[in-house]
């Protein structure tokens, strides 16, 4: 599993999290297309945050090995990520429409 294949499987967590969020709980819906955009760059953004204290996806896979707990970090930060991404910009979008 190369890293590779990690960011693209952590960035698919962080869809499922903001599409299951708005499964969940229908007012924090934007739509498959707009749940599915604030999972992305929740996740990315998430991951390139705090990634830096040790689970990012080169090293998850250093020594031609893969870290399973770093892993399941790694997965776990991006499905909050996507949840949490989708909360703030409902939010933000609340606040825009007052003004």
Same mark, same amino acid.
């Given at each position: 599993m190369t890293a590779t294949l990690i960011s693209l499987i952590s960035i698919l967590t962080g869809i499922i999290g903001a599409?299951?969020?708005?499964?969940?709980?229908?007012?924090?819906? +934007?739509? $498959?297309v707009g749940n599915t955009i604030a999972g992305v760059f929740g996740s /990315?953004?998430?991951?390139?945050?705090?990634?830096?204290l040790g689970f990012?996806? +080169?090293? $998850?896979v250093q020594a031609d090995t893969i870290n399973i707990k770093l892993? /399941?970090?790694n997965l776990i930060v991006s499905f909050l990520g996507g949840v949490i991404a989708l909360i703030l910009i409902k939010r933000l979008k609340i606040i825009l429409n007052k003004n």
């Open positions: 599409n299951l969020m708005a499964v969940a709980y229908k007012k924090y819906s +934007f739509g $498959i /990315i953004f998430f991951l390139k945050s705090f990634g830096r990012d996806p +080169f090293t $998850i892993l /399941i970090l």
